[in-house]
C-alpha cells in the first residue's frame, strides 16, 4: 500500500466501523422474535437496546393522530370577574350561534350579542379597555397568547413523556395537530394532552360542618315533590339506606357520617341514627339516602353519582353552600369498597371542602413520579413527590401548622386525588400524593405538574389510532422500494462503468449505512418522507460519481494516462459537484427549519445525505482510484 493513502485508509476503516457499529442495534432490535422481545424486557435490556435504535414516524411504527380544539369561551369565561345571568345568557347564546356555524368567529359573535344584549363589558372586563370593541380586540389577543402557551405545554408534556419526534402544530385560530409516533395507549394519551393541570390544597370541612349542611339540604329539598318524584323514576334507581355499609362501621346514618356521638335530645339527629323505612326514605332525606358511610369520607355509589351531582347544582343547595363557604368535590376514580355483609360495591368519594383553596400549583417547582419508600404508609405504591417554591414551602407551612389534625385535600382539576390527616407541621416545601392505580398514572401526573397547568381547556374533536400492522406494511413497502432502486442503481453502473462503477456501488453502500448510523445517533426519527429523501440521497451520490466518471473519460480521450486522467476529471469536478450539493444542503436546511414533522425527516436525511455523498465520491473513490492507478505497469482504467 502507498504510504501516502495509509491514513485515508485508516480514516475509510474506522468510519465505515463506527457506521456498522451504529446501525448493528437498528438491525438487531427489527429482527427480535417475540420470545427474545419478551426475554430482554424481562431482563430490562429491551428499552436500552430500543434507546439505540432508529426510531420510526408515526407513518411508519404506527400511534395516534390527534385535533384538539382550544376552548376558547371557556377561556373567556374564566378571565371574566363579578359575572352574572345576564353575561351568563349571553354567552349561552354565542356558543350556541358556534355550534350552529362552526367556522364563525368567536370574538366577532361575542361584540355583536353584548352589543345586541346591552353588555357593558367594562363590568366583567375592566382590565382590558374602555369599550366592548377594545375589549373584545384585547380578548382576542389574550386568547392567541393562550393558544401560544397551550402549545408549548403540550410540546413540554410530550416530551417528557417519552415519544419520539411528535408532531404538535397549530392549525387556523384554535385547533391543534398532534401526532404521537408508536403510542398505542389512546385513554393515557388523552389523559395527557386534555388535562388542564389544576393543583389545589383545600382543606376539609369538619365533622359537624359536613353533618348539619346534610340536614340543612335534606329540609331543604324534601318538599320538592318534582325532584323525589325525578329520583324515583330515575334510571339509576337509588338503594335505600340500610345497615349494609362498609366493613368496620355500625351505622350509616348521616349524623354519625364521620364517627360523630349522637347529640342525646335532638330529636332530629336521633331519628337520623335510626334507619327510616325503606318506602319513607327518599323522602325524608332526598340527598343522603344516596350516600355510604366511607368513616373519614362520604361515600357515593356509581348508581346514584349522576342524581348527587344533579342535587349539589340546584340552586337552593348552591346557596346552602355558599352561606357556610363550602364545596363539594368527587374522588379522582370509582373505587370497589367492602360491605359488612361481605359484598363490595363501586362507589366515589365525596368531601366537602372549604371554598378557597389554601394553595395551588403554581407554587410547585417540581414533581417527580416513585415508589413509595419500605416503612411508610406508601411503601411500594406509587407516588408523586412535590418539591415547593420558597414562597409556597413558607404557606404549606403555615397551612399545615394552623390544621393539625384536620384533612387537606389534594385536588388536581376539581377531582380530590387524596385527603390526608395533617398530623404534624409540614415545613420545607415537600409532600406527596398517592392513591394511584400504577407507576405510569403518577408519571403522567408528574409531567402535567412540573410543565404546568394549561391557560384553557382542549377538546379532542378529532381522533385516529394507526395500527402497527399498517406501519409495518409502510416499513415493508419503503424498504422494498429502496431495494428495488439500489439494485437498478448498482446494474446500471457495473454495466456502464465496469470497474469505476464498482467503486461508485462500494461508495453507494457505505453511503447509505452511514446516513442511517447518523440517524441513530441524533435519535432523528425515521419517516416514510425521510425513507423518500434516502432514494433522493442514492440518485445524488450517484450523479455526483456519473459527473466525475464523465470527466475521467474526457480525460482519456485527450490521451492522458490513468493517473492524469483521475487526477484532472477529480479537479473538474470537484467545483460542479460542490455548487450542485451545496445548494440542495440549503434547501434541506430551509425545509428541517420551517418545516414539521415528515418535512423534518426528510429534510433531515436529505441534508446527511448530501454531506456524505459529497464525503464518500469527492474523498473514498479518490482513494480507491488513486490505489488502483498507483500501480506501475498500468496502462489503461476501466471506465
Not at 404549606?396 to 385536588?411: D, E, F, K, L, M
Not at 405538574?449 to 391557560?455: I, V, Y
Amino acid at each position: 500500500m502507498n504510504k501516502d493513502l495509509t491514513p485515508r485508509f485508516i480514516v475509510i476503516a474506522l468510519v465505515l466501523l463506527w457506521g456498522i457499529w451504529s446501525v448493528w442495534p437498528t438491525l438487531k432490535f427489527q429482527n427480535l422474535s417475540e420470545q427474545e422481545r419478551s426475554s430482554l424486557s424481562e431482563s430490562g435490556k429491551l428499552f436500552e437496546l430500543e434507546s439505540k435504535a432508529i426510531k420510526q414516524g408515526l407513518d411508519l411504527k404506527g400511534g395516534m393522530y390527534i385535533v384538539l380544539e382550544v376552548d376558547i369561551p371557556t377561556l373567556i369565561e374564566n378571565i371574566a370577574t363579578n359575572t352574572d345571568v345576564r353575561f351568563e345568557n349571553s354567552m349561552i347564546e354565542v356558543r350556541n350561534d358556534l355550534k350552529e356555524n362552526p367556522e364563525s368567529d368567536f370574538f366577532n359573535l361575542f361584540s355583536d350579542i353584548s352589543t345586541k344584549n346591552e353588555l357593558r363589558l367594562t363590568r366583567y372586563f375592566f382590565d382590558y379597555g374602555s369599550n366592548n370593541q377594545i375589549i373584545a380586540d384585547a380578548l382576542k389577543t389574550e386568547s392567541e397568547d393562550a393558544i401560544d402557551r397551550v402549545l408549548e405545554i403540550l410540546q413540554n408534556r410530550i416530551d417528557q413523556f417519552g415519544v419520539s419526534e411528535p408532531t404538535i402544530q397549530k392549525q387556523g385560530s384554535q385547533r391543534i395537530i398532534v401526532e404521537l409516533a408508536g403510542v398505542q395507549d389512546s385513554e393515557r394519551a388523552r389523559a395527557l394532552l386534555e388535562s388542564t393541570a389544576l393543583l389545589e390544597f383545600y382543606i376539609v370541612k369538619d365533622v359537624t360542618s359536613t353533618n348539619e349542611i346534610m340536614l340543612k339540604i335534606d329540609d331543604a329539598l324534601k318538599d320538592n315533590k318534582e325532584l323525589i318524584s325525578e329520583l324515583n323514576t330515575s334510571e339509576n334507581e337509588i338503594s335505600a339506606m340500610s345497615d349494609e355499609t362498609v366493613t368496620g362501621d355500625e351505622t350509616v346514618s348521616v349524623g354519625d357520617l364521620f364517627g360523630q356521638p349522637k347529640i342525646e335530645n335532638d330529636e332530629s339527629a336521633d331519628s337520623l341514627s335510626k334507619p327510616a323505612p325503606q318506602s319513607n326514605i327518599v323522602f325524608d332525606r332526598p340527598f343522603s339516602s344516596m350516600l355510604r358511610n366511607l368513616g373519614n369520607s362520604i361515600g357515593v355509589p356509581e348508581k346514584n353519582i349522576n342524581n348527587v351531582k344533579s342535587i349539589i347544582d340546584r340552586p337552593e343547595v348552591q346557596s346552602l353552600l355558599s352561606n357556610i363557604g363550602g364545596e363539594f368535590l368527587f374522588g379522582h376514580k370509582i373505587e370497589e369498597f367492602g360491605l359488612s355483609n361481605g359484598g363490595t360495591e363501586k362507589m366515589s368519594e365525596l368531601y366537602l371542602v372549604e371554598d378557597q383553596a389554601e394553595l395551588t400549583g403554581g407554587v410547585v417547582e417540581d414533581a417527580k413520579a416513585n415508589l413509595g419508600p419500605q416503612g411508610s404508609t406508601s411503601a411500594g405504591q406509587p407516588i408523586v413527590n412535590l418539591t415547593m417554591s420558597t414562597d409556597g414551602g413558607r404557606k404549606w407551612a403555615i397551612v399545615t401548622g394552623s390544621n393539625i389534625g384536620r384533612q387537606v385535600a389534594i385536588v388536581l382539576d376539581k377531582k380530590v386525588h387524596m385527603a390526608p390527616n395533617i398530623r404534624e407541621k409540614i415545613s420545607g416545601g415537600g409532600t406527596l400524593i398517592e392513591g394511584f392505580a400504577n407507576i405510569d398514572e403518577a408519571k403522567d401526573i408528574a409531567i402535567v405538574l412540573r410543565a404546568g397547568a394549561l391557560p384553557a381547556p382542549v377538546d379532542i374533536i378529532e381522533e385516529r389510532v394507526i395500527g402497527p400492522s399498517l406501519g409495518a406494511e409502510s416499513v415493508r413497502m419503503g424498504t422494498l422500494s429502496v431495494i428495488v432502486g439500489l439494485i437498478a442503481v448498482l446494474i446500471f453502473m457495473v454495466t456502464y462503468y465496469k470497474l469505476a462503477g464498482v467503486i461508485a456501488n462500494f461508495a453507494l453502500i457505505w453511503n447509505i449505512i452511514l446516513v442511517l448510523a447518523i440517524l441513530a445517533s441524533l435519535n432523528a426519527t425515521l419517516t416514510l418522507p425521510g425513507i423518500a429523501g434516502l432514494i433522493l440521497t442514492v440518485g445524488m451520490s450517484i450523479d455526483a460519481n456519473v459527473i466525475i466518471f464523465e470527466r475521467i473519460r474526457e480525460e482519456l480521450k485527450k490521451g492522458k494516462g490513468p493517473k492524469a486522467a483521475v487526477d484532472g476529471g477529480y479537479q473538474r469536478a470537484l467545483t460542479t459537484i460542490i455548487d450542485a450539493n451545496m445548494t440542495t444542503v440549503i434547501a434541506a436546511l430551509v425545509l428541517w427549519q420551517f418545516g414539521t414533522g415528515p418535512i423534518k425527516g426528510f429534510a433531515t436525511v436529505l441534508f446527511w445525505g448530501i454531506l456524505i455523498s459529497m464525503f464518500t465520491s469527492i474523498f473514498v473513490t479518490r482513494t480507491i482510484f488513486n490505489f488502483y492507478t498507483n500501480r506501475k505497469k498500468l496502462s489503461n482504467l476501466s471506465i
